[in-house]
């Protein structure tokens, strides 16, 4: 009887131990699972870095078109200053009698 008893008491034994040993990961696995997400990790890296370099080109761009923008509306406004006292002229010599 007594051996029966071992018999049953070895069996849940070595199904927990092969169900503990049987869901565990083995170094090396690990190692390329984690060498494969760093492999793309750095893929994004190298995109992210080429995305930020060309926003920041865009930006720098961006600010020196607004720039000239400005600067092309203020003299816009100056010359439109000296056409209409050049059109306000004309009318006046227009309007003084020719005597």
Do not use: H, W, Y
């Not at 080109?57 to 439109?80: S, V």
């Amino acid at each position: 009887m007594r051996s029966d008893i071992a018999k049953f008491a070895a069996v849940p034994a070595i199904l927990i131990a092969s169900t503990a040993l049987g869901g565990c990961a083995t170094k090396g696995f690990v190692r390329d699972q984690i060498a494969t997400v760093n492999s793309r990790i750095d893929g994004m890296d190298g995109r992210l870095r080429t995305v930020e370099g060309t926003s920041g080109q865009a930006l720098t761009q961006a600010q020196a078109a607004a720039g000239q923008a400005q600067q092309n509306g203020q003299r816009i406004d100056q010359l439109n200053g000296r056409v209409d006292g050049l059109e306000q002229q004309m009318q006046q010599r227009q309007r003084k009698p020719r005597g």
